[in-house]
């Protein structure tokens, strides 16, 4: 079983700052690309930013120069550094990860719990 679990969401001031981490465990053989996603009030899904086992990234045009993603494979860690923070960044946060796991060695999509970043005054 494999299980991603956020943290570091929570309430911030506009223009404030906050870094989201995501820890995946369980039976992981390897993990290929990662992601953070959002979901904000009424609205679907979205991507928020994504990065490859080899660190190349790609982000959302509403967030570029705001956010950076980056992932420590060793810690099996994504993390989510978001400054300049809006009021329209107000969402829970999700990451993603596709996973190999050991039992199975198949590629299987998995989404942590979700975390709540709130920017208001």
């Known amino acids: 079983q494999v299980q991603l679990v956020e943290s570091g969401g929570g309430l911030v001031q506009p223009g404030g700052s906050l870094r989201l981490s995501c820890a995946a465990s369980g039976s992981i053989f390897s993990i290929n690309a990662m992601g953070w996603y959002r979901q904000a009030p009424g609205k679907e899904r979205e991507l928020v930013a994504g990065?490859?086992?080899?660190?190349?990234?790609n982000y959302a045009d509403s967030v570029k120069g705001r956010f950076t993603i980056s992932r420590d494979n060793v810690k099996n860690t994504v993390y989510l550094q978001m400054n300049s923070l809006k009021p329209e960044d107000t969402a829970v946060y999700y990451c993603n990860a596709a996973i190999v796991v050991v039992t199975t060695n198949r590629v299987g999509i998995y989404w942590g719990q979700g975390t709540q970043v709130t920017v208001s005054s």
């Open positions: 990065i490859t086992k080899s660190g190349s990234t």
